[in-house]
């Protein structure tokens, strides 16, 4: 027979009366619940939607887009490793001598591009130089437009009226002839090209972001917000903000592919930088040898791979983030 100790008989009587009470109020209160069977069913809830969320990413596209990313990244951190070349081997101003455009052989297992370098070294170089330029633009593009956007979206009246028109003029140029433009004046270092592409696409994300911006305005926590008197900023950048953050990681991936595509486009037409190894500029280097296919075929194959692989993981994303698409 078990005894129980006075401490356990108060707390035993406590939770039969507590029950009793939760009770009476169910029958008695329309609508009300058990705060510590809520507690419960909002952590299961959570768990579940974790859940529901990997499995929504779980398809196959986005599995090969996550792949061929990683096979990217792969080759960009690890390029030291996996080969003997280093970057100072396959640019500018070192020429080794070699043959141009051989084909495959033991010391070359892809061939060689213009001057002789090795097209298989400039492709495990080239991955980095591919990486900073998905990356760095589009954070500078997506980092100013999350700013002035919210801003702009938030405040309304002048403030909206001034950013937009700015935005409007910005729209109305050709930016890729401005790109093009400014490149050789401000020199073909490669974070300078970078930087220019980011800044000249930050209206497109400022116009994205307000209209994020109007959309979450209008919901009611953010109302209750405004009316209690919160700070302004804090209203934008921890009420609202949080709940754009779906589709701006969605246009993240989405932009990273469309600027990997661009970026080479400026190599092709030589606005690159010759320090460091490009994919765009081994195709310019290698049109018109049709005799060595592989020294223009393996750089755009590369290309390909990388665009593809964001966008893929763009679309996942949104598949698995937009609630609109699971109603």
Not at 26 to 51: D, H, T, V
Not at 54 to 75: D, K, N, Q, S
Not at 147 to 157: A, K, P, Q, R
Request: include cysteine; aromatic fraction near 12%.
């Amino acid at each position: 027979m078990q005894v129980y100790s006075e401490e356990e008989k108060i707390e035993e009587f406590s939770r039969k009366k507590s029950s009793t009470k939760n009770l009476i109020k169910f029958y008695l209160m329309p609508g009300w619940r058990n705060p510590e069977f809520s507690a419960r069913e909002y952590q299961i809830e959570k768990i579940k939607s974790k859940r529901r969320l990997f499995r929504r990413l779980l398809t196959p596209l986005t599995l090969v887009g996550f792949l061929m990313v990683l096979i990217v990244a792969f080759i960009a951190v690890y390029a030291p490793w996996l080969t003997e070349l280093t970057l100072e081997n396959v640019t500018p101003p070192l020429y080794p001598g070699e043959a141009a455009f051989q084909p495959p052989s033991p010391e070359h297992p892809l061939g060689t591009t213009q001057y002789g370098w090795d097209i298989l070294g400039r492709l495990l170089w080239g991955a980095r130089t591919t990486l900073q330029a998905a990356v760095f633009p589009v954070a500078i593009s997506i980092g100013g437009g999350i700013l002035f956007g919210t801003i702009s979206g938030y405040f309304g009246g002048w403030v909206d009226t001034i950013i937009m028109r700015v935005c409007d003029i910005f729209l109305s140029l050709p930016m890729l002839i401005i790109v093009i433009v400014l490149a050789p004046l401000v020199g073909k270092n490669l974070y300078s090209v970078l930087g220019i592409y980011g800044v000249l696409f930050i209206p497109f994300n400022i116009r994205f972001m307000r209209s994020l911006v109007l959309q979450v305005k209008q919901n009611d926590y953010v109302r209750a917000a405004i009316s209690s008197g919160g700070d302004k900023f804090r209203v934008m950048f921890k009420h609202i903000f949080p709940n754009t953050i779906s589709p701006i990681i969605i246009s993240f991936f989405g932009a990273m592919g469309i600027t990997v595509i661009g970026l080479a486009g400026l190599a092709f037409i030589g606005l690159g930088d010759p320090r460091v190894a490009n994919w765009g500029a081994d195709i310019m280097y290698a049109q018109g040898h049709f005799n060595t296919p592989g020294a223009s075929l393996w750089p755009g194959l590369f290309i390909g791979i990388t665009a593809i692989g964001c966008i893929l993981i763009g679309d996942g994303l949104r598949d698995a983030l937009d609630p609109r698409l699971h109603i």
